[in-house]
């Protein structure tokens, strides 16, 4: 089984600030690693994903992501974040049986001006 | 090109009642996964469905019940209604079994009072 921790409820940053929300997972077999966005009153948005290759992963709205083995870890940043990144992010693993995805409880970012 | 689309976007029921939850995929797609939100959560998977079987299904009571149909939407059912089962219903639709890229809806708001 697979399981997601997201190490940060909330993450409060300024416009223009650089911003990390910090994931880390744990499972016995290889997984696919996601980020998600979830905007108020809207479903999820892929933003990025790690199936195989080079583990730095670049998304839409220029996010990335860094797989990282040894510290079971997917961490997404972006350098300089804009009022509209506010929303709720999740990271979701998927292994083994990779017809469905686990989710970690979310991050709530909020971005002020 | 038309997403996902859910119905109803918001229904409220009393506890012991039944509700079915609609979703219309991707033109194309043939997988449709459900997917439960209670607030302040991470989705949690309840069904697969691909090329109209079901494939996976989470830890979810028999009172949870799903089908796909021949033109590939889908119907999720819940009987006897509990207060615990409010929450926001996801649907997502692939193009493969695998959840290597999901494309959610809007979802279905259930309050049970």
């Known amino acids: 089984a697979q399981s997601v921790t997201q190490l940060d409820s909330q993450v409060p940053v300024f416009e223009e600030a650089p911003v990390e929300l910090r994931c880390n997972y744990s499972?016995?077999?290889?997984?696919?690693l996601f980020w998600y966005v979830q905007y108020p009153n809207q479903g999820l948005q892929l933003l990025l994903k790690?199936?195989?290759?080079?583990?730095l992963v670049k998304g839409i709205n220029g996010f990335e992501a860094e797989f990282n083995k040894s510290q079971t870890s997917f961490h997404l940043r972006k350098p300089s974040v804009h009022i509209s990144d506010t929303a709720e992010y999740f990271c979701?693993?998927?292994?083994?049986?990779?017809?469905?995805?686990?989710f970690g409880k979310g991050t709530l970012l909020t971005v002020n001006p | 090109d038309a997403g996902v689309t859910q119905s109803p976007t918001h229904l409220i029921k009393t506890r012991g009642q039944q509700v079915t939850l609609r979703c219309s995929p991707i033109?194309?797609?043939?997988?449709v996964s459900w997917y439960q939100q209670v607030l302040g959560q991470g989705p949690q998977f309840i069904f697969q469905?691909?090329?109209?079987?079901?494939?996976g299904r989470g830890n979810f009571p028999d009172r949870f019940s799903a089908r796909q149909f021949p033109n590939y939407s889908s119907e999720l059912n819940v009987n006897a209604l509990l207060l615990g089962d409010s929450a926001l219903y996801l649907c997502?639709?692939?193009?493969?079994?695998?959840?290597?890229?999901?494309?959610f809806g809007e979802g279905s708001r259930l309050t049970v009072l």
């Open positions: 997502a639709s692939s193009l493969v079994q695998a959840a290597t890229e999901l494309f």
């Open positions: 499972s016995s077999v290889s997984v696919y």
């Open positions: 790690y199936l195989s290759g080079s583990t």
């Open positions: 979701a693993v998927s292994g083994g049986s990779n017809y469905k995805l686990t």
């Open positions: 033109s194309g797609h043939k997988s």
């Open positions: 469905y691909y090329e109209k079987e079901e494939r």
